[in-house]
């Protein structure tokens, strides 16, 4: 679907708190909420959005009102978050005075700026390490340039869930951490995985240089979050990629796709052997710094086994046949284009397929230390023909392609579009032995696999049972049935609605077909 691209979001300035417990060996992470929009269900250091009247409190040892509003957001949401109040003065209150201060500032009963002259509370800069700041990929609908602060948990403090946004709070050592990502248990976003990685160098000269009573912050871990600082800077804090885990890297092309979504997700699976799924952009420029990171992994000895095509519309391909030609171009190497035998049919004269990708196929890559890594090839049909969607069912992990996507609605547009092939594909995915989380084609990864496409499905059955209602009401034609279901609709999405509703009803005249002949 061609449409015009959309702006990217303007980031808002937002603080997080890289917390290490008193003798350095663990850092604070909790999982986000997997219903919130933004990264739900993501592993994250306690942070958020600054406000306004952090401004009103002055920052001990900090000339910079700017940067001083950047600590003062960070010490509230850490606050907020997860119960640790950082301040100096503090250890005069008890557990339960934090409990109800917390409670005060949730409630809105007191602000921070008055909690802090009340008890004659102090923030000093001296206790935090800038490590530097990142902003949200532009591909997200919601956007955010946080700025990281590592700093020690009070003595005698312990961080709890304190609102819903946070759940399970826990100190971990970053190599922990960084193994439930590499199994694919949790999911976390680039600048954590940055943090984690630095830390987990630092780590085995923490504990002995570790004061243990203060919140003084080690000479070791100082140089640890200049080397994060330094990385952030490097780059100017912009992401271009997010490794979902060691396997997968999702790589967001700014694409014509149907808004809000901007980009399609192109995805580099496999590691000592790789694919490339959906090279999605027909513009050079947009592709540069793809083909940067992927002649950094065969510049390692990397290899190249295919480029794939999920499926046949416009947003999904293009950039395939540029990234073949810059291959041989550039390293003499002949990579096959691939994808489903109805896709390439169907992009005949458009695109040269070398191979097809057949239901069930397993995609076999050389991994690490002579282990493989496998990827099943799906066909799922219902939003395109030939669809295609990969699962690592070792880690329980499904790139749903334009099935299930984080940003957007899926499109079912008949003819190509059949809405019965659709939720048999929906139920199929669903079913996956082992399915823990996704990655569509537009947006980020889904925390909760299973629970989006039952979310999915019962959405689609709610909607048919409203193209039902404005039947039974008198509406005739797909326009009427549209006008009555999706009001407050703008004029150039209608035509949308209108080819969703001619789904519903197919799928309606489908069933009755079905229902007749088993009775006959
Ligand atoms: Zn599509």
Redesign the pocket.
């Known amino acids: 679907?061609n449409t015009v691209n959309q702006k990217s979001a303007t980031p808002k300035d937002a603080s997080a708190v890289i917390l290490l417990n008193q003798d350095e060996s663990k850092v604070l992470w909790a999982q986000r909420n997997p219903k919130l929009s933004f990264l739900g269900g993501f592993h994250a250091f306690p942070g958020g959005k600054t406000d306004e009247p952090d401004r009103e409190i002055a920052v001990k040892n900090c000339a910079d009102a700017d940067f001083a509003k950047f600590i003062v957001g960070a010490v509230r949401e850490l606050f907020e978050e997860v119960g640790v109040l950082l301040v100096r003065n503090g250890e005069k209150l008890t557990k339960g005075q934090r409990a109800s201060l917390h409670d005060d500032l949730i409630s809105g009963r007191s602000s921070f700026p008055e909690i802090l002259t009340a008890w004659n509370l102090s923030i000093d800069a001296e206790d935090f390490l800038y490590t530097g700041f990142w902003t949200t990929p532009k591909s997200s609908p919601v956007r955010f340039k946080t700025r990281f602060f590592i700093a020690k948990c009070p003595a005698k403090q312990t961080p709890y869930a304190a609102i819903t946004e946070m759940l399970t709070p826990e100190f971990i050592t970053p190599k922990e951490a960084l193994a439930r990502w590499t199994n694919s248990e949790v999911l976390i976003a680039p600048p954590v995985l940055i943090s984690l990685q630095q830390l987990e160098e630092y780590f085995p000269q923490s504990r002995q240089e570790a004061k243990e009573t203060d919140q003084q912050i080690s000479a070791p871990l100082r140089l640890c979050g200049e080397k994060i600082l330094k990385k952030s800077q490097k780059c100017d804090g912009n992401i271009n990629y997010i490794e979902l885990n060691p396997r997968v890297i999702c790589f967001p092309l700014r694409t014509a796709t149907l808004p809000p979504a901007t980009h399609t997700n192109c995805f580099i699976v496999g590691r000592r052997e790789f694919v490339v799924i959906d090279a999605a952009s027909k513009d050079e420029s947009e592709l540069v710094n793809l083909f940067e990171l992927v002649d950094s992994f065969v510049e390692k000895g990397f290899v190249c086994k295919e480029i794939i095509v999920s499926?046949l519309?416009p947003?999904?391909f293009g950039g395939e046949i540029l990234l073949q030609k810059h291959f041989r171009e550039k390293f003499g190497l002949v990579i096959p284009v691939s994808a489903h035998r109805i896709t390439a049919e169907s992009l005949s004269g458009k695109v040269d397929f070398q191979k097809f990708i057949e239901d069930d196929e397993i995609i076999k890559l050389k991994d690490n230390a002579g282990a493989s890594f496998e990827i099943t090839a799906l066909h799922t049909p219902g939003?395109?023909r030939g669809?295609l969607c990969f699962y690592d069912r070792a880690r329980g992990f499904l790139l749903s392609?334009?099935n299930v996507v984080g940003a957007g609605t899926v499109?079912i547009a008949p003819p190509e579009g059949d809405l019965s092939d659709y939720l048999a594909s929906l139920e199929r995915m669903k079913n996956l032995p082992n399915l823990r989380h996704l990655c569509g084609?537009h947006g980020a990864a889904i925390f909760d696999a299973r629970g989006k496409i039952e979310e999915y499905i019962a959405h689609r059955l709610e909607r048919e049972k409203q193209v039902l209602e404005a039947v039974r009401g008198g509406a005739q034609t797909a326009e009427e049935i549209a006008a009555i279901i999706y009001q407050n609709l703008s004029p150039n999405i209608f035509p949308l609605a209108v080819k969703s509703v001619e789904a519903h009803l197919a799928k309606i005249e489908k069933d009755k077909n079905s229902l007749n002949n088993a009775s006959s």
């Open positions: 679907m499926h519309h947003d999904h939003h395109a669809h392609s334009d499109l084609s």
